[in-house]
T-cell receptor, first 114, second 111 residues
Framework: KAGVTQTPRYLIKTRGQQVTLSCSPI?????VSWYQQTPGQGLQFLFE???????NKGNFPGRFSGRQFSNSRSEMNVSTLELGDSALYLC?????????????FGPGTRLTVL | QKEVEQNSGPLSVPEGAIASLNCTYS??????FFWYRQYSGKSPELIMF????GDKEDGRFTAQLNKASQYVSLLIRDSQPSDSATYLC???????????FGPGTSLSVIP
């Protein structure tokens, strides 16, 4: 069974731009969660989507948004990029029993904001 | 107080020794705990999960949970250089609305 895939793997943007990241979960998994990982803050939960609905949300500003499609694929969007948004963005999929479910991480998208 | 705390390390152990990684959490309502391993430049991968007080063993790995002390640990027996990585402890919040990761402990196994 194929693992979680994320595209693109690397991205360079400038301040003020917006970016869209994509995540395809493991086949049969209905939940997709997004995380931001930085050296200073570690791994932080952004949000979780299940059946095309945002089920849970972390403490990030409204510039961070996402959506999930009927095939469980998910996208994350960051608008008005700031230098501090430079990070590794990870998505994780699970079968969908909730946040106690085992999550499988994708390889991540490395975003650099200049 | 951070919700999930870990010693950042680095923790260095000789090959063949037992590595002990510790994690404390502040949300007394947390019920399940996960240990992930993350190699440099890679994404986290699940090592163990534990829900019940006591020990859970899987090969060279043993997770220990003490809910009264709000403490969870990971023991790695017969440590190998390939175990050198950052180990992340994680727990859903008591309200199950977010997953909280600790800062990670960097482990180095010296040949």
């Amino acid at each position: 069974k194929a693992g979680v895939t994320q595209t693109p793997r690397y991205l360079i943007k400038t301040r003020g731009q917006q970016v869209t990241l994509s995540c395809s979960p493991i086949s049969g998994h209905r939940s997709v969660s997004w995380y931001q990982q930085t050296p200073g803050q570690g791994l932080q939960f952004l949000f979780e989507y299940f059946s095309e609905t945002q089920r849970n949300k972390g403490n990030f500003p409204g510039r961070f948004s996402g959506r999930q499609f009927s095939n469980s694929r998910s996208e994350m969007n960051v608008s008005t990029l700031e230098l501090g948004d430079s990070a590794l963005y990870l998505c994780a999929s699970s079968q969908g029993q909730g946040l106690t479910d085992t999550q499988y991480f994708g390889p991540g998208t490395r975003l650099t904001v200049l | 107080q951070k919700e999930v705390e870990q010693n950042s390390g680095p923790l260095s152990v000789p090959e063949g020794a037992i590595a002990s990684l510790n994690c404390t959490y502040s949300d007394r309502g947390s019920q399940s705990f996960f240990w992930y391993r993350q190699y440099s430049g890679k994404s986290p991968e699940l090592i163990m999960f534990i829900y019940s007080n006591g020990d859970k063993e899987d090969g060279r790995f043993t997770a220990q949970l003490n809910k009264a002390s709000q403490y969870v640990s990971l023991l790695i027996r017969d440590s190998q250089p390939s175990d050198s990585a950052t180990y992340l402890c994680a727990a859903p919040s008591a309200s199950y609305d977010k997953v909280i990761f600790g800062p990670g402990t960097s482990l180095s196994v010296i040949p």
